[in-house]
């Protein structure tokens, strides 16, 4: 495929101009950062690994009827997507205390919370993504009233999908990042899960043994990131269950 226009560059990923109107293709980069990109490694596979990853959950979404910004995956590290125009916002949906929210609360890391807790965070890499709450958003336009109630119902209904996708393979999910963008339709919109759906953007316990299965193995230097990232693939039938794990990952089509 001819490489297209670069319309944007970020920490892990790269957009490019789709081959038809209203789409863009997304490439993943094998780029791992952490702490506001304060640590920074290059992970060879990391960037295939997050594409099929990525394509298997929004596939999934997609067919419970949660609309997404995926159209299909192209290669082994770029999908096609629609084009939309992302809401400021990154949307934390938690289950078990972890992170930023054992910090700031002070709660013994895992945690489970009496009901999922869905936070919103000012996307600006300059402030740290900075958390806001509701007025904020109102305040500063963000989003309207309705947008938020769809989104908070969008948040919910992909926490449930992932929630169940993942204990069935013995994997809790604790937490996850999604990002949400306006699909434009003639005169109508629409909101989307957009971005991407991955380990990057997820913190994934093994449910026996506490085994940390996402970028926090990266953050907290706790060993190989494929490694786990493999074994997310593996158990989700994405790689083949015989397999051993290679610096480039050989997945199934």
Known sequence: MARRKKIYEGKAKILYEGPEPGTIVQYFKDDATAFNAQKKDVIEGKGVLNNRLSEFFMNG???IGVPTHFIRRLNMREQLCRACEIIPLEVVVRNYAAGSLSKRLGLEEGMPLPRPIVEYYYKDDKLGDPMVTEEHIAAFNWASQQ???DILALALRVNDFLSGVMMAVGIKLVDFK???GRVY??????????DEISPDSCRLWDVETGQKLDKDVFRRDLGSLTDAYTEVARRLGIM???STN???PTLIN
């Open 61 to 63: 979404l997609n067919g």
């Open 147 to 149: 947008d938020m109630d």
């Open 178 to 180: 999604i990002e949400i």
């Open 185 to 194: 339709e003639g005169d109508f919109q629409r909101l989307v899960v957009a």
């Open 240 to 242: 083949p269950k015989a």
């Open 246 to 248: 290679v610096t480039k």
